[in-house]
């Protein structure tokens, strides 16, 4: 090993420690004589089963939606290319809630969309698909900075297929994609996982209401008020649910 | 047989060429980097567009702009062998080779005894299974030359094909691609910097510099 300036030792240290000691902490005061009741308690199932059934939605809609913008980003140019391309990832550094009050000024019921979607019949803030929808606005990103992953193909090699008589569709599905799906699975895992633990954005613009749009992590903040056992077992579900797509992502898809 | 005047410009390169290629014959381009060589094989399989002139192909115009005619790649029947192979990665060999008939409409099975088949006449059955990857240069060539011909086109386009290889294998790979000539039925077109190639594998030179055929 090689010797290491002391002056980094003590930061280095601290920053392993910042992170690592709640959750040490998390899994130290579980109240694991209680988790088996705990967990399948009406509250933490329901709220477990809509979390599940939002994050996945949010992540098929951002996989069909993001996936062809993706595509569109690498492999095409058109004006306004990199507007597009910073608006699609500000998501990645905007505060969630600020997402929420924008999905509430273009989805609600006096927002910018909210006449047509009303003459339609549908309703997004403060109903299941609102969550959907949020977690959406937050998740897609990731998908999107794949891109990354259909650059990384040459694209002689779609010139090969179509000079094998590949229509464009054909080689895109038989070579592009298949050539790019690590980077998109990897996507998918990281806006999977970031759908399962948004917070702000959805509480802002789909609220708090049990069974409809209370996910597991509005579930555990309104749960620490008065029964921070359920809030800690909710936790250490959420926690086990990332650290399980950070070992499938290292192991599979990022091999290191 | 192969008519083409080729008008086009790319990056520097002003390409202006007359060729004409009978069915049966192969022609070599030959001439030093960034004499349009590969280029003009890019015209003429659809990967470029002419900016004037035109390309038939026993008949069937593929490109003439002033017409307004343009034939993409995938419906020109056009083969093409790349310097680098160009192998689909992700794909065994043989899918390699099942790849154009399947996106011509072949049933997989199909496909895969036609494949098949085609790899053993390039001498390269055994390696039907494994990956790109696992393949040296002159394996994964005779893969390519077996993806290319396995389509049944009416124009062969070579580029380069035995650069990048060792002296044992290039004239092993020479030897098979002369036979595989004699055989195509079709026009060929060989790009090569190197005129034992040309003398050895073409019925006739053509030598291109700055873009245009020297006399």
Redesign the interface.
Known sequence: MRSMPRLLLAPALAAAGLIGVPLVALVWRAPWGELAPQLVSSTARQALGLSLGCSLSATALSFALGVPLAWLLARTAFPGQRLVRALVTLPMVLPPVVGGVALLLAFGRRGLLGAWLAALGVTLPFTTAGAVLAETFVALPFLVVAEAGFRQVDPRLEEAAAVLGARPGFALRRVTLPLAAPALRAGAALCWARALGEFGATITFAGSFPGRTQTLPLAVYLALEHDPDAAIALSLVLLAVSVAALVALRDRWLGA | MLEAELALRLGTLELRLELAVKAGEVVALVGPNGAGKTTTLRAL???LRLAAGRIALDGRVLDEPARGVFV?????A???V?QDR?L???LSALDNVA??L???GRRRADARTLAREALERVGALELAGSRPGALSGGQAQRVALA??LV?GPNLLLLDEPLAALDAGARLELRAELGRQLREFKGAAVLVTHDPDDARALATRSLRMAGGRAES
């Open positions: 399989s659809g990967a993409p790649p995938e419906e020109r056009v083969g093409m790349f160009l689909f990665p992700h790849f154009g399947e996106a011509r993806r290319a389509v």
